[in-house]
């Protein structure tokens, strides 16, 4: 392994464990926070530090690195009745102070090429799903067919570049998130170009593509380390994915029985990777990790019915923890793949559609739960399900899709309207 990549992820997860939530799911890709003293009841009157309107919604995480909080939306297409020409399709970058949450900065980035119609199963998410990310410098968003572009901290646009503006045949768009590894920006753009591409994260130029006919990968990647190795990990149906983030050549591979799409990010354990997702029918598996190759014959460890559609799941003291898409609170024994516990949790959304899209977050040993429009749900992170409290923006009768991020003692939430900062006044 390269040793600058090494230092330089190394130093970044330092960093941003004791201050920053620098992408989605946090610095480590867990949604894991060990310490924090967030209060865990709010609502539009209670522990609320502020509140931002936001000029359109999205689907995306807010990420925070010092004293900003970064998120985009759209506007001009499908963001609010009336709004039918393609052409006027605009992507925002906010930059809000983390002390009052004023707006600092707004970068607007207008489609480059037509995208997927304002249809079917894509407006059940829009067209700013993928998280930003930062390394302190620079912030870096992928907006599909527009492509990846990098910002300074001060809301210059440094570069774009195109990575790809196909589209997948169920043309419902796409919506991993980009993640760093050292100097390499990585996108999943699976929809865009049926590959994983490797950008230089300082003039955008792309270093490699790892392709192949694997379409409806949505899943942000993860990283694995061991034994002085980076792996790149990245599950598309029907196989988990371990690349070199240096150059995107496979090192080893396993097969295993998620069809269709798969949407959660792998979660990774202790030289472990749990994949969950599956169209039309759900599956999660248990893989080893690592080796050369194919490594399935070896590898696979456990397979599950019990899985997640599209919230990526926590892994906890042996157990995999999440409330799906469909409002089941459950717990798995990460070790047999059996169920502990399958509560209901929602029967459904109001208004309607699948009541959770945001992942969970897991504060010290509560889980933190948003979501879609029924409020946060805060579970008890243990073997035996136990709801604790369940707060909500009474206010805001929009969808939350976006999962929250953490820093120090507080929490940002973002809506198809707003983001909260929540937090001890």
């Known amino acids: 392994m390269n040793l600058f990549i090494a230092f330089a992820f190394a130093t970044c997860t330092l960093h941003a464990a004791t201050t920053d939530w620098t992408r989605f799911l946090g610095p480590h890709g867990t949604a894991i926070v060990a310490n924090s003293q967030v209060p865990l009841t709010w609502s539009d009157s209670e522990n609320l530090t502020w509140k931002t309107d936001l000029p359109g919604p999205g689907s995306s995480s807010p990420i925070v690195f010092g004293d900003k909080v970064f998120v985009t939306c759209w506007t001009g297409y499908g963001d609010k009745e009336g709004a039918n020409d393609m052409s006027k399709l605009t992507r925002h ?3 809000l102070s983390r002390a009052d949450g004023k707006i600092v900065w707004e ?23 993928h998280t930003p990310v930062t390394d302190g410098e620079r912030v870096y968003v992928f907006f599909g067919k527009s492509g990846a572009l990098a910002f300074d901290m001060q809301g210059r646009q440094l570069w774009q570049n ?3 503006t196909d589209s997948g045949r169920m043309r419902w768009g796409s919506a991993a998130s980009p993640v760093l590894v050292g100097d390499v920006l990585v996108v ?5 170009a049926q590959a994983i591409i490797g950008l230089d994260k300082k003039t ?3 270093l490699w593509k790892a392709e192949g006919q694997f379409g409806m990968a949505y899943g942000t990647p993860n990283v694995f380390q061991h034994e002085g190795v980076t792996d790149l ?11 070199n983030p240096e150059t995107g050549k496979l090192r080893w591979y396993a097969a295993h029985e998620l069809n269709g799409n798969v949407s959660p990010s792998v979660v990774l354990g202790d030289s472990i990777a749990y994949v969950f997702g599956g169209f039309p029918a759900t599956r999660s598996t248990a893989i080893k ?9 070896d590898a696979i460890l456990w397979s599950s019915n019990t899985s997640s559609y599209v919230p990526t799941p926590i892994l906890k003291d042996g157990h995999l923890y ?3 898409d469909q409002g089941f609170a459950t717990c798995i024994d990460a070790a047999t793949g059996k169920d502990v516990y399958r509560e209901r949790v929602l029967m459904g959304a109001r208004g309607g559609g699948k009541p959770f899209y945001a992942s969970p977050v897991l504060i010290g040993d509560k889980l933190v739960c948003v979501s879609r429009r029924d409020g946060t749900f805060v579970i008890a992170a243990k073997p035996k399900y136990e709801l604790l409290q369940t707060n909500e923006f009474k206010l805001d009768d929009s969808h939350f899709h976006g999962t929250p991020a953490v820093s120090g003692n507080q929490l940002f939430m973002r809506s198809n309207k707003a983001v909260y900062c929540i937090g001890t006044k």
């Not at 970068?107 to 799903?129: D, I, M, R």
């Not at 990245?234 to 690349?243: D, H, K, R, T």
């Not at 990790?289 to 014959?297: M, V």
């Open 322 to 324: 999440v409330v799906n």
């Open 204 to 206: 955008g130029k792309v």
């Open 107 to 129: 970068a607007k980035v207008p489609s480059v090429v037509e995208e997927n119609p304002w249809k079917g199963y894509l407006t059940e998410h829009g067209y700013a799903t």
């Open 162 to 164: 195109s990575c790809g």
């Open 93 to 95: 970058l906010l930059c």
């Open 233 to 243: 990990v990245i599950a598309v149906p029907q196989e988990l994915w371990g690349l």
């Open 188 to 192: 999943n753009a699976s929809d865009e």
């Open 289 to 297: 990790l690592g080796g050369k190759g194919d490594i399935t014959a």
